[in-house]
């Protein structure tokens, strides 16, 4: 089983910095794609960036500018850097990854894992 684990969440003022760390670890074959989603309270769960196997990104049009997303394929970590946080960047960050992993028998499969999630909240 795989379990991707998130960090770096917590409390900061409009105009601040934070930098999120997601790791995935287990039986873990390939990762094609890792990202991060957040979810603001009675807002559905919306893309905030993403990274594919081969480096390309994409960013919600309400980040681009302000945050960036890293990944360091050695580790099967994904980083977000988010700058010039303002209070609508409040929500849980969930992180995201698309792999396929091993199975008991050997083979592997393609899945998605979701993170716990982390707390952002941006607040003076």
């Known amino acids: 089983q795989v379990q991707p684990v998130e960090s770096g969440g917590g409390l900061v003022q409009p105009g601040g910095s934070l930098r999120l760390s997601c790791a995935a670890s287990?039986?873990?074959?390939?990762?094609?794609?890792m990202g991060w989603y957040r979810q603001a309270p009675g807002k559905q769960r919306e893309l905030v960036a993403g990274?594919?196997?081969?480096?390309?990104?994409n960013y919600a049009d309400s980040v681009k500018g302000r945050f960036t997303i890293s990944r360091d394929s050695a580790k099967n970590t994904v980083f977000l850097q988010m700058n010039s946080l303002k209070l609508e960047d409040t929500a849980v960050y969930y992180c995201?990854?698309?792999?396929?992993?091993?199975?008991?028998?050997?083979?592997?499969?393609?899945?998605?894992?979701w993170g716990q999630g982390t707390q952002v909240t941006v607040s003076s």
């Open positions: 995201n990854a698309d792999l396929s992993e091993y199975s008991a028998n050997g083979d592997t499969t393609r899945r998605d894992y």
């Open positions: 287990g039986s873990i074959f390939t990762i094609y794609g």
């Open positions: 990274r594919s196997s081969n480096s390309r990104t």
